[in-house]
């Protein structure tokens, strides 16, 4: 719980941030949707071209540079987050260039930030990402109207106490709007109809209804002023996102400095110490260095280019762990016998195509990629996604096993009657059409053989039928999962 106390002032002169959404979308609306986002501006990003307008979708002279981004990762990774084209498999990122200044209002105090370019990045298995790129305009400012701002901006379903009361203002009409409208309502009208809900959740969190959050990932790169003392506190107060109670007053968290650093020793990056440090935890990740802006041109460029899709590559890593988690809690025995044998395979295609430990072939990459996994617990997720199917599998292949034992010795008793009483007894009868006259004068023996062979050839239809039944459910469910892979 927040504790109030006096808590050091750090001015921030710059502040980038990009708010990551993710959200389900309809693979079978995929072609709909990319139109879609052509005839509102969106641009294929593709790695081996120059941006036209990278300056303004990044800001203050920023350039990504292709030729970093592939000699970053791995070729198996590079060509899944850089495909050359819609068609083939991996993450599809669309840009569009907003350049437009909002207010938000909080309790009595308005922030002015310049929302400057938008992301959609249609990724593999129906999972897509809307990534915000938002900077704030009254600077110089206190860290704690930083952190206050990146707190209520994130929050799409406001539910937390400290995350109510934020309102979108537009200047030039004096709308109004919450933040779940003024992304899915202003900014992108026309991607409500591609986001997929559960029925029986509600608010855009029932797009995924195995996350665990109803609040934006963010990604900040925060400039301090020149040599400004960067402290324990202030660190942890940025990985927490510890900004301004409900009443306005700047807190932290936390007042044990042994717990901070013991926090700190999880999620803290201080390769460049005193100078720069990168926290990651399960609200964001966040650089923050008091080096003079002018200096950090390469700093700010990986942090919009390699640092962004490392952290997307193990955002959604995360959330793909989290599905299966979800999709096998839901299983009903009863009804979905091969539905496990199908996330088998889903999580095998997954693991073959996308999942990799090792991501970046630079020193800095891997030390990233690993504070990500360990941020983000996905190798205790993986193995325990891993070891459930598998269990799971068993536990099906022995009731199964019982099953088909059942069948045999049901198929063995029939065989035993018929060929000891001989189907010649009552199938002359079916041949004339007043046969079914002659029933009520069977003898007991007869009506045995009446019923095996009535039973027997019932139970002979059903497993013609219940055998090309699952071989069709399978079939639909594997090109289910080909169709999702994309």
């Known amino acids: 719980m927040p504790i109030q106390q006096n808590v050091e002032k750090l001015n921030i002169i710059r502040s980038h941030m990009s708010f990551l959404l993710p959200f389900g979308f309809d693979q079978l609306k995929r072609q709909e949707t990319i139109d879609s986002l052509k005839s509102n501006g969106y641009t294929y990003f593709h790695i081996d071209e120059d941006a036209d307008h990278e300056t303004e979708m990044y800001g203050y ?4 540079v292709g030729k970093e981004l592939e000699q970053y990762f791995y070729p198996y990774i590079e060509h899944k987050l850089f495909p050359g084209s819609p068609d083939k498999k991996g993450f599809h990122r669309y840009t569009s260039v907003i350049k437009k200044d909002h207010i938000m209002q909080i309790r009595d105090e308005q922030y002015e930030f310049h929302i400057r370019s938008i992301d959609v990045i249609l990724g593999p298995f129906g999972i897509a990402f809307l990534a915000l790129r938002v900077n704030m305009k009254d600077i110089p400012t206190d860290l704690s109207d930083v952190l206050d701002f990146i707190q209520h901006f994130r929050a799409i379903e406001p539910n937390l106490k400290e995350s109510k009361g934020a309102m979108i203002i537009i200047p030039e009409t004096g709308q109004t709007f919450s933040i779940r409208d003024y992304l899915f309502g202003y900014l992108c009208p026309f991607m409500e109809k591609a986001v997929l809900h559960e029925k029986k959740l509600k608010g855009h969190f029932g797009s995924l209804p195995y ?6 990932f963010v990604s900040s790169f925060l400039i301090a002023e020149t ?33 901070i650093r013991r ?7 201080d390769r460049w110490a005193p100078h720069l440090y990168m926290i990651a935890t399960e609200h964001g990740y966040s650089v923050v260095t008091n080096r003079p802006a002018d200096e950090l041109t390469n700093e700010l460029s990986q942090f919009m280019g390699t640092h962004y899709y490392n952290l997307l590559l193990h955002y959604f890593y995360k959330i793909m762990l989290l599905r299966v ?23 095998s295609v997954f693991s073959s195509s996308y999942y990799f430990k090792e991501v970046s072939t ?18 205790p997720l993986f193995n325990e996604v891993s070891n459930t199917l598998q269990e799971l599998y068993k536990s099906q292949e022995n009731n199964q096993a019982g099953r088909l034992n059942m069948l045999l010795f049901i198929l063995t008793i029939f065989t035993v009657i018929s060929g000891i009483y001989g189907m010649n007894l009552v199938i ?42 699952k071989m069709y459910l399978r079939r639909r469910r594997r090109n289910k999962l080909d169709m999702l892979d994309q």
């Not at 979800?326 to 025995?333: A, G, H, Q, R, T």
């Open 61 to 64: 002279g920023i350039e990504v």
């Open 211 to 216: 996350f665990e959050d109803e609040r934006m």
């Open 227 to 259: 040599g400004a003392t960067i402290t324990e506190e202030q660190l942890y107060r940025i990985g927490n996102l510890n900004g301004r109670r409900p009443d306005g007053v700047p807190f932290i968290s936390a007042t044990n400095p042994d717990y």
């Open 263 to 269: 926090s700190l020793s999880h999620s803290l990056h």
């Open 325 to 347: 988690s979800f999709e096998y809690s839901e299983i009903d025995w009863k009804k979905d016998e091969y539905y496990v044998r199908s996330l088998i395979q889903l999580i």
């Open 362 to 379: 630079r020193s800095e990459g891997k030390e990233l990629a690993e504070m990500f996994r360990s941020t983000f617990l996905i190798d």
């Open 428 to 469: 002359p009868d079916w041949e004339a059409p007043s046969g079914w006259k002659e029933y009520p004068s069977y003898t007991i023996f007869e009506w045995i053989s009446l019923i095996t062979a009535v039973t027997g050839i019932g139970l002979s239809a059903y497993l013609i039928i219940s055998t090309f039944g």
